[in-house]
């Protein structure tokens, strides 16, 4: 159903510069999207990837337990991943990164055998230390610059005296 909706999405989308989507109240700030060829096409990719490897592994997780639960977080992950390419400030790039860190460490964990819990908490590991550098590095660029909306950051860095990454 999600690659029917980016496909609908992409024929939509032809011809048109973008849409900006505002969902106020939620996580604090809101969550921005936009809805234009280059993140919609993404978008696409990403689900028509998600549908095959769905289909692909009910025949490989046939002799697994607890199939529903890999299904339900592989379909957690495409939202989140979705969510990535669809949104428009790095705020909501870095909520749906969290969501599909998240979601994902129940994939590396599947088999629930030593070997895959100790990845699974390395794994985990990694990607709440990046979140939380990742998270810093946005406290930062919005202090230095007022924004995070990806279309506003080159003007707003070329505007003030900012970090060197900004120039």
């Known amino acids: 159903l999600e690659f029917i ?7 939509e989308d032809a011809g048109h510069e973008g849409t900006l989507v505002y969902v106020p109240e939620i996580c604090g700030l809101g969550l921005t999207f ?19 490897t769905s289909l692909f592994s009910k025949e490989y997780f ?13 379909l957690m992950t495409l939202g989140a991943t979705a969510g990535i390419f669809l949104s428009a400030d790095l ?21 629930e055998t030593g070997p895959s819990l ?12 990046g979140g939380l550098t990742l998270l810093m ?15 506003e950051l080159y003007e707003a860095c070329q505007g003030k005296n900012v970090y060197p990454a900004c120039i």
């Open 91 to 111: 705020y909501t790039t870095f909520i749906f990164f969290e969501i599909m860190s998240i979601s994902s460490y129940v994939w590396v964990a599947h088999d």
């Open 62 to 74: 046939v002799h697994y337990r607890n199939r529903n639960r890999y299904h339900l977080f592989q």
């Open 5 to 11: 909706l980016a496909v609908i999405l992409v024929m």
């Open 34 to 52: 936009t809805i234009d060829g280059f993140r919609v096409l993404y978008a696409a990719i990403a689900c028509f990837m998600w549908m095959c």
């Open 137 to 151: 590095g946005l406290f930062l660029l919005y202090d230095q610059t007022g924004t995070l909306l990806i279309s």
């Open 118 to 129: 100790r990845a699974a908490e390395t794994y985990l590991a990694v990607a709440i230390i």
